[in-house]
T-cell receptor, first 116, second 114 residues
Framework: DGGITQSPKYLFRKEGQNVTLSCEQN?????MYWYRQDPGQGLRLIYY???????QKGDIAEGYSVSREKKESFPLTVTSAQKNPTAFYLC???????????????FGPGTRLTVT | GESVGLHLPTLSVQEGDNSIINCAYS??????FIWYKQESGKGPQFIID?????DKRQGQRVTVLLNKTVKHLSLQIAATQPGDSAVYFC?????????????FGQGTILTVHP
């Protein structure tokens, strides 16, 4: 059963703690992405990675960190520096083409993080 | 602070009607567009995409229209069903150095009444 898995579905943390969200894909996609979604808003890009051992900041990278040591895994750490971490976090992956041949992104089920 | 509650555009239709969901995009350099469907508590699901060298593309029960002159995108759903009820997002990609970076719209809530 191919796809993207995110765990856990719900996560609760105390303010001041770092927390790592898991994202795994078995689609053999080179590119992976992390988005944040807040109520009543669209998705905003946090970080993305087009290839193993390389990643770039998205539009709202402050307070987050990522690693890409394996093709199938792209964990996101929400650090204590993130001022408003409570949100729905979505991971996605896609094939890697180029600007002439874009590929759609496929999304995981998401992790809802609540920090109190 | 964060917005609380939903203030998204909404569209209510009767089962069997055709639905049209609109999206205005801002970046004239965007050359790839995607429509996603998101059900409550789930990740977005790909519906259909279109590149800027096209103005229309059809899928199963869905059609996407692109008007680059006015930077407008629409999603048409034929014979709308209750299972189509969801939030629909358009997303754009500018290509070039922005390759792989999708910018999402706010979303539209579609409610289909049986």
């Amino acid at each position: 059963d191919g796809g993207i898995t995110q765990s856990p579905k719900y996560l609760f943390r105390k303010e001041g703690q770092n927390v790592t969200l898991s994202c795994e894909q078995n689609l053999n996609h080179d590119a992976m992405y992390w988005y944040r979604q807040d109520p009543g808003q669209g998705l905003r890009l946090i970080y993305y990675s087009q290839i193993v051992n390389d990643f770039q900041k998205g539009d709202i990278a402050e307070g987050y960190s990522v690693s890409r040591e394996k093709k199938e895994s792209f964990p996101l750490t929400v650090t204590s520096a993130q001022k408003n971490p409570t949100a729905f976090y979505l991971c996605a992956s896609s094939m890697t083409g180029n600007s002439e041949i874009p590929y759609e992104q496929y999304f995981g089920p998401g992790t809802r993080l609540t920090v109190t | 602070g964060e917005s609380v509650g939903l203030h998204l555009p909404t569209l209510s239709v009767q089962e069997g009607d055709n639905s049209i969901i609109n999206c205005a995009y801002s970046n004239s350099a965007s050359d790839y567009f995607i429509w996603y469907k998101q059900e409550s508590g789930k990740g977005p699901q790909f519906i259909i995409d279109i590149r800027s060298n096209m103005d229309k593309r059809q899928g199963q029960r869905v059609t996407v229209l692109l008007n680059k002159t006015v930077k407008h995108l629409s999603l048409q759903i034929a014979a709308t069903q209750p299972g189509d009820s969801a939030v629909y997002f358009c997303a754009e990609e500018a290509g070039g150095t922005s390759y792989g970076k999708l910018t999402f719209g706010q979303g539209t809530i579609l409610t289909v009444h049986p």
